[in-house]
């Protein structure tokens, strides 16, 4: 624990200097849709105010492959009762890129008319090209989206450089009617959002923050340390680094584990804020292999038979996604009982 009190006493000051809120400055830019509910707090001038805990919500299946729009708004449902900020549709974990173009735009209108306004519904509309990123964030945004989350295209990631990469969700944020967040997630593309790239962007007047799922704290930290002086926040895209990315000044966590265990995940943002340090390490330690074994080793259809097991409807996956054989299955409830979780 004494490392921890040595990270605080380094990084505190720089990213948190009179607390958690003290990071809210002007806009500096057009006028965007303010946060409600867990952020009211906000100065009414800041452009988007992203804290706290998201999950990215998976789309359940038929056991014919359609979407079974019944059972996510049963998830929903059950997820009214747990503090989130808000939610993630069409991102990695909702089989995004499996669906129909119909059928994200779907997603998006259900889960909006499913979910109180004063929850925050983020939705991916990254596409590989400029132009189709450009479109499917104006059509989220018709459909109640309140950001759009933009993955990096990386078809051509040899050609992805930061000059290619900033071109691109410049011209992006500048059509968007609705904010923009960044979404660097490398175990999915093999391509990290460069460093520099994300600083020069945080300038942008619609572009509020970013998703970093690489699990690099230290880039998190100089992220978070680079744009402090921009109305930009940085999210962590995991449950198993929430902790660490609190402590170098993160507004929050994408991850995926919340669909699963919401309500542990939104305990330990709430340990952070209070700064219950101790509590927080520990409730962490026992988040970390139940993250890993639903993102890096068994990834969406061991999120989803978690969720089954937890009352929540994961459905089937949708082909060329299989779902766990028994062995699997067996490997990811130890996992999780293993933590006291089952």
Known sequence: MVGVALVLRR????????????RLRGAGGPARRLASGAAA????????DLRGIYPPLATPFTLQGEVDYLRLEENLRLYAEIPFRGFVVQGSNGE???????ERLEVVKRVRQATPQEKLLLAGTGYESTQGTIEMTAQMADRGADAALVVTPCYFRGSMTSAALI???????DASPIPVILYSVPANTGLELPTDAVISLAQHPNIVGIK???????RVGLLVYKTQHEDFQVLAGSAGFLLASYIVGAAGGICALANVLGMPVCQ???????????????????????NIAVTQKFGVPGLKQAMEWFGYKGGFCRAPLLPLSETQVMELRQHFSSHGWL
């Open 11 to 22: 990084f505190w000051p720089l990213v948190w200097p009179k607390g958690p809120c003290s």
């Open 96 to 102: 995004a890129p499996y669906l129909t173009q119909q």
């Open 268 to 290: 330990l943002e709430q340990l952070c804020h209070s700064r219950s340090w101790d509590e927080a390490r520990k409730l962490q330690h026992r988040l970390i292999e139940p």
């Open 41 to 48: 707090a906000a100065p009414p001038n800041r452009r988007l």
């Open 167 to 173: 071109h691109h969700y410049t011209q992006v944020a």
């Open 212 to 218: 970093d799922s690489g699990g690099n704290i230290t």
